[in-house]
Structures are given as C-alpha cells and as structure tokens.
C-alpha cells in the first residue's frame, strides 16, 4: 500500500523480508494444525482436501484479483475528494480480509495447545539454534562433491563428517 516510486528499491526488499518470514511460518503453523487436528484414521483424506482447497485457493485468487482490478479500472472509485488506485483497493480489500480471518481461526481449539508464554520459555532453553544450522554441512557436502570426492563421501566414517563440520563452522564464524 505504501509503495511508491521514490521508496520502491528498500521497502520492497522489506516486504519481501518479512513476508518470506511470516509465509514460513504460516506454512509451519497450517502444516502442524492439520497434523494435529486430523483423526489418524482419515488423516490422507484431510490432508488431501487441504492440499486441493488451498490449490484453488492460489489459482481462482489471483483470477479474481487481476478482474478485480480491471472492473476498477474501468470504473474509477473515490473515497470523498480522493481517487482510490485500483491495486491498492486491491490490496488494503486483501490486508483487510486476511485480518479478518483471524476471527475464524480463534474458534480452533488446538489440542495440548500451550499459551505464548509457554512456547517463549521453552525456546528460550534451546541453545546453539541459528537460522543456518545444517547449511554448513550441506556446503561442505557440494564443494567435496564437487571436488571429485565422491569415494571420500562414501568410504568416511560417521565421526569424520562431524570433525569436518565442525571446522567447517569454525571458519564460517
């Protein structure tokens, strides 16, 4: 909504930062919801009309929004003196009915839910968590392969990777 020419170049790389993020964790929080509320006898059958519901979702939301967008186009809209822009109707419609849905999604009762306080105590005891845990291996992983160590990945012991990645961290931090 607050995209403009002269703030393009940051506040989209902002946008992208933090939506990337709350995707993530959108994903996350859907994926363990379903996992949780799904009655292990038919849990394909919800995971299955999930997966298709939300694939409708992405194909008719976009269809609807660039018509949307059209029809606005073609008739102008005002909000008093000021002329409304067709995409950014769009997107406060968009920010608006988002905001909204979570009014439905507080009449979920999660079972063995815990409170934010909870869930903040318990990551506050993880220590040595980063966001790049496990990249360093797969690092180390491509660059031998890429070496032409294929025989070394297949012949080392499960102690030498470990050794390997630990120096391998040890010159990344």
């Not at 102008?76 to 999604?105: C, E, K, N, T």
């Not at 839910?113 to 105590?121: D, F, G, L, P, T």
């Not at 690092?139 to 012949?155: H, I, N, Q, S």
Request: glycine fraction near 10%.
């Amino acid at each position: 909504l607050f995209v403009a020419p002269g703030n393009v170049n940051w506040l989209c790389a902002g946008v992208h930062l933090l939506g990337g993020a709350a995707w993530a964790g959108h994903s996350l929080a859907a994926s363990n919801l379903l996992l949780r509320l799904a009655p292990r006898a038919h849990n394909a059958t919800y995971f299955s009309v999930y997966a298709a519901l939300t694939g409708v979702g992405s194909a008719v939301g976009p269809v609807a929004g660039g018509l949307l967008a059209v029809w606005l186009r073609a008739h102008p809209v005002a909000v008093g003196p000021l002329p409304v822009d067709p995409f950014m109707a769009i997107f406060a419609a968009s920010f608006v009915g988002r905001g909204l849905s979570i009014l439905l999604l507080q009449r979920v009762a999660e079972p063995r839910q815990a409170s934010v306080r909870e869930v903040i105590r318990m990551l506050s005891t993880v220590r040595g968590f980063n966001t790049l845990m496990g990249v360093d291996v797969l690092l180390m992983f491509v660059v031998e392969t890429l070496r032409g160590g294929a025989e070394f990945l297949a012949a080392r012991p499960a102690s030498r990777s470990s050794t390997r990645a630990s120096s391998w961290r040890s010159s990344w931090t």
